[in-house]
């Protein structure tokens, strides 16, 4: 029985990603950014794709790509990559206190949780089978047990986190652009789900806990 993998986009795809904004700052003369929240935030930025192009392809097996998936996914990350770090390096301009904004905590918050619910996740997903083996099975455990797309929640809940501590329009754009993206994923792996076994909870959402 096989069920949907996870699916990720290579890391060569995102790899524009951390390399852009690295880049803007490295051009970038004195003064660097300031104040600390905003350094923060390109950390935080900045962080989550160095994991994902350096770290997490070392601890998945991969398959094979489509080469236009891999081609749209590498055109993407240029321009949000670019755009996110533009805008943080050059145009955002946040008050010295704003570490302490509610808007900045909450969405660190809520970033770092759902980064946490991702990581998880994916190791969930990687334990599902030995090495050799090609068959798939239910996920268990987690935030698996509400939810089908437990990683693709906790990668749209780092987002929406990122955009309110932010607070920036190229922020939200990219949250939303997540949602519309990796949410119709999550949606098509929970039907794969319930067509393909039969023991499937049946209490289990798509991809918000208790509502969809």
Excluded at 54 to 59: K, Q
Excluded at 115 to 126: A, E, T
Excluded at 129 to 134: A, L, M, S, V, Y
Excluded at 143 to 165: K, P, Q
């Amino acid at each position: 029985r096989r069920a949907g993998p996870p699916g990720s986009l290579p890391a060569g795809a995102r790899l524009p990603s951390f390399v852009l904004p690295a880049l803007l700052l490295a051009l970038r003369g004195p003064p660097r950014l300031e104040p600390l929240g905003c350094r923060l935030l390109c950390a935080t930025f900045g962080g989550h794709y160095f994991y994902r192009t350096f770290i997490y392809p070392f601890l998945t097996r991969g398959r094979p790509f489509p080469l236009h998936i891999v081609y749209f996914g590498m055109l993407f990350c240029l321009y949000n990559g670019f755009l996110q770090g533009y805008y943080l390096i050059y145009c955002a301009e946040y008050p010295t206190d704003w570490c302490s904004n509610i808007r900045f905590t909450s969405g660190m918050l809520l970033f770092s949780l759902g980064m946490g619910i991702n990581i998880h996740s994916d190791l969930l997903l990687r334990q599902l089978r030995k090495p050799g083996e090609t068959t798939y099975r239910i996920p268990q455990g987690g935030l698996f047990t509400y939810v089908s797309g437990a990683n693709y929640f906790g990668e749209i809940m780092e987002w929406f986190g990122y955009a309110i501590a932010t607070w920036s329009l190229p922020a939200f754009a990219f949250a939303f652009f997540t949602l519309c993206f990796i949410g119709p994923r999550a949606i098509h792996h929970h039907r794969f789900y319930l067509r393909t076994f039969t023991d499937y909870p049946k209490s289990r959402k798509a991809l918000i806990p208790f509502i969809f």
